[in-house]
């Protein structure tokens, strides 16, 4: 891949040990720290069988966000940041919807649910609640949203910041920890759920658990549970990419980091079990897992809805981030853990530039499309709102579609059986073969999303010489259509196709795919 990628550029471990908890992974020849993301006790564990897990997690957004009109041109009032932008319109930029979306019908929830049903409960720590605020502050829309943060030790609340109301967990000496490596944190996080449903807000539907390294799209966490019966028992959430962890934890529990949702009255009858079912379980490892084994003693399985992101992984999400599932983005975690995910900027800056895509339009973050330029045998694999790849050569959608392995697993490994998802090899490093272009400007304007993705050539700066194959392409711009808010119920990739080439810019347009639409290299 091109430079910018900087590929399998592992990050990590750096930290002082004051500012990371360490544990000792299990297989592993080295000291190896694994962080647990709300604790502040730091430990070094000795080679065992402990998981490398972050034992906190939960999370969760939501968002409701609606009320979308697919006919309506006026975007919503927070767009009106961008209407200096230029719409460019195009004769071919309107599709025909598919059949299944013209149903009316499947626009509203029937729950209608929306963003005021849901309770957050994020779990977090004094020690470092001074760097992790910041990553809940940018996806916290103070007003819209509610929830609290739980802390081990009180810290002062800055009202001003927009921050979630702080409270202080119960304690929890009465509880056993028997696990031999692990934190007693643990039994405080799991209770938060609990403990956020004893607050008795009314009017709530979900309570959806996070840490403090967990980013949401709210709209999408909306999006996603409306199509769930809020009145019966539902637990939701998604696995590990790492089959390792998967295995060592279970293919049943939702990992907290990438956030779960409860609906109340499995929280109600979870928060009545939950104390006893703590002390039936001491010799685990983690939170979530505690909630896992109530969760099983209640019979409630795992719902899963890829969405949500533990990203257990290291180094380069880009493999990952730009190829989404076709489901609405939820959540990203692990934040410390990875590296920027734009070349050259901070990582906080490199999240809040993704978010503010999801504010333009938060189903499309992320979701991917195909274009292929035959003459110049080309392949598009667009991630909107994030990034584009052009690639030399025609590339079919089932290799596109793979994540390209540019990271690695919560384990070190980055052979293709650790994870728990379909990847294919990095591109080779050498700019050669294909490039990546970075959203730079997006804007929304009549239906039309509009974003300028650049060239960012990153720390390599001599690699642009050698794109010879670009032709000195150095802009590309997407206009996308805004998709029905609930198209993941009957899922398809949307359509690409090249409009514009000349020697500096490109332009594509995303849209519905007719219905009998393909989407293929011939
Ligand atoms: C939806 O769009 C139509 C056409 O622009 C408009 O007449 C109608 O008022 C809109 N409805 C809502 C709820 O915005
Ligand atoms: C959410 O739904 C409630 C009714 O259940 C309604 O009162 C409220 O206005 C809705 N909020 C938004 C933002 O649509
Ligand atoms: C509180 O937060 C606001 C907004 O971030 C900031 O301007 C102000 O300086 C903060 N006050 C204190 C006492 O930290
Ligand atoms: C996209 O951004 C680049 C860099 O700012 C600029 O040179 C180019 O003109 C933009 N393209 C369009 C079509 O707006
Ligand atoms: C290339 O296309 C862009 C966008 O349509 C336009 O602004 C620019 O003038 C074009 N350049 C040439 C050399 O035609
Ligand atoms: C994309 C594109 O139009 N590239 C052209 C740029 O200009 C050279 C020569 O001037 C052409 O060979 C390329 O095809």
């Known amino acids: 891949m091109a430079a910018v ?54 999370d969760a957004s939501f968002a409701m966000l609606a009320t979308a009109n697919s006919s309506s041109s006026a975007p919503p009032s927070h767009y009106a940041q961008h209407k200096s932008a230029v719409l460019h319109v195009f004769p071919q930029a309107k599709s025909a919807l598919p059949d299944i979306l013209s149903d009316s019908a499947t626009k509203i929830s029937v729950f209608k649910t929306n963003l005021s049903h849901i309770v957050f409960g994020i779990a977090a720590s004094a020690k470092l609640w001074e760097k992790r605020k ?5 996806w916290w829309m103070p007003k819209m949203m509610r929830g609290f943060v739980w802390l081990d030790q009180m810290v002062v609340q800055n009202a001003s910041e927009g921050l979630p109301p702080l409270k202080l967990s119960a304690d929890t000496a009465q509880f056993k920890y028997t696990h031999k490596k692990g934190n007693r ?25 996070g840490d403090d390294d967990t980013v949401f799209i709210p709209e999408n966490l909306v999006s996603v549970l409306s199509k769930y019966n809020p009145e019966k028992f539902y637990y ?37 079990i939950q104390d006893s079912c703590l002390q039936r379980y001491t010799y685990l490892f983690g939170s979530d897992d505690r909630i896992q084994a109530c969760m099983a003693e209640l019979g409630v399985p795992l719902t899963k809805e890829p969405g949500f992101h533990q990203f257990d992984i290291y180094g380069d999400a880009f493999g990952l981030l730009t190829a989404h599932p076709l489901t609405p983005f939820i959540s990203l975690h692990h934040l410390d853990y990875i590296n920027p995910i734009f070349p050259n900027m901070a990582r906080l800056q490199a999240l809040q530039r993704l978010l503010r895509s999801g504010r333009i339009d938060p189903g499309g973050l992320l979701q991917q499309s195909f274009c292929y330029d035959k003459k110049q045998s080309w392949s ?89 194959f670009l032709n000195g392409v150095e802009s590309i711009n997407v206009v996308r259509e805004k998709f029905e808010e609930l198209w993941h119920q009957a899922p398809r990739r949307q359509c690409c196709k090249v409009l514009k080439i000349n020697n500096s810019s490109m332009q594509l347009h995303i849209g519905a795919c007719q219905t009998k639409q393909i989407i293929n290299t011939l």
Not at 411 to 416: D, G, L, T, V
């Open 5 to 58: 990628l900087k590929s399998l550029r592992v990050e990590g471990f750096h930290g002082s040990l004051e500012t990371m908890a360490g544990s000792r992974c299990k297989r592993l020849p080295y000291i190896m720290a694994a962080a647990f993301a709300s604790c502040c006790v730091y430990f070094l564990l000795v080679l065992s069988n402990v998981p490398c897990r972050n034992p906190n997690s939960a």
């Open 134 to 138: 910041h990553y809940i502050k940018a």
């Open 185 to 209: 944190a643990a039994i405080r996080i799991s209770r938060v759920v609990s403990e956020t449903y004893r607050i008795r807000l009314p009017d709530v539907q979900w309570f959806v658990m």
């Open 236 to 272: 939701i959430g998604s696995s590990s990419e790492s089959h390792t962890q998967n295995i060592e934890f279970s293919y049943n529990m939702a990992y907290g980091g990438g956030g779960f949702a409860v609906s109340y009255p499995l929280a109600k009858a979870l928060e009545k």
């Open 380 to 468: 598009f694999s667009i991630s909107w709102g994030y990034a584009i790849q052009l690639h030399q050569g025609l590339i079919p959608p089932r290799e596109l579609e793979r994540a390209t392995r540019t990271f690695v697993s919560w384990y070190k490994k980055s052979a293709e059986t650790e994870y728990t998802l379909s990847t294919r090899p990095a591109f080779a490093d050498d700019c050669t073969q294909s490039a990546a272009y970075y959203i730079k400007e997006i804007s929304f304007k009549n239906h039309f999303s509009i974003g300028n993705y650049t060239q960012e050539v990153g720390l390599k700066g001599q690699c642009k010489l050698k794109m010879a």
